[in-house]
């Protein structure tokens, strides 16, 4: 009987280390492609929001924590800088609407440094199917919209949904969602017109994560 329990513990203590042992290779062997492949997403998504060819440094490596109550909350957010001759030209910041029908829309703008928006891409949501979810690209182009557009500061009634008096579609049925992200669009787009002073002062996100 003790023979038998020692060959099975025998048994389950080189099987646990032989899964364990493949976990960690496969792990080793997976990783760097896996780094790649979000690398080439997240590229893919600042380009969305900021255009290649107002930048010629990778944006990517220039990366900052910003914390911030127009930030929809007080956690950190990545600030991505695009510069032209080394010149600060334009960010992509991430950015909270905290009050989605369904709770915080998690997003990303792009704007340049006179308040002129390049682009605003919404990458987590909860909102409701058929309604709410207009604001992801692959359910409807409204949030290409915004592309383009002027703040003139902070009471520029315009920047606001058609309900509130401005010039911004709402979705039929739905006018919470599309309000939200558009007042989120505008506070990070005024945040953004003051980085540039700013970023000598910003924590990097290298110094963020250690």
Not at 17 to 36: D, E
Request: net charge neutral.
């Amino acid at each position: 009987m003790l023979d038998t329990i020692r060959k099975n513990g025998v048994t389950l203590a080189l099987f646990a280390a032989v899964t364990t042992g493949l976990t960690a290779v496969i792990n080793a062997v997976t990783k760097p492609t896996i780094a790649h492949q979000t690398s080439v997403q997240q590229k893919l998504l600042l380009d969305q929001v900021v255009p290649p060819a107002l930048y010629d440094n990778v944006m990517q490596k220039e990366c900052y924590v910003v914390t911030d109550s127009l930030l929809g909350n007080d956690k950190p957010h990545r600030l991505y800088i695009a510069r032209k001759a080394n010149q600060p030209v334009a960010a992509a910041l991430e950015t909270t609407a905290p009050d989605g029908y369904s709770g915080a829309i998690q997003m990303l703008v792009g704007a340049d440094f006179q308040g002129k928006v390049l682009g605003v891409r919404v990458v987590e949501h909860h909102e409701t199917p058929g309604l709410g979810d207009k604001i992801e690209l692959r359910i409807s182009d409204w949030i290409t919209y915004f592309s383009g557009v002027q703040l003139h500061g902070a009471n520029d009634a315009r920047f606001a949904v058609k309900k509130d008096g401005g010039d911004f579609d709402q979705f039929t049925g739905a006018t919470i969602t599309p309000r939200a992200v558009v007042n989120a669009a505008k506070r990070t787009t005024l945040l953004i017109e003051t980085l540039p002073k700013k970023l000598s002062s910003l924590p990097d996100c290298g110094d963020a994560n250690e």
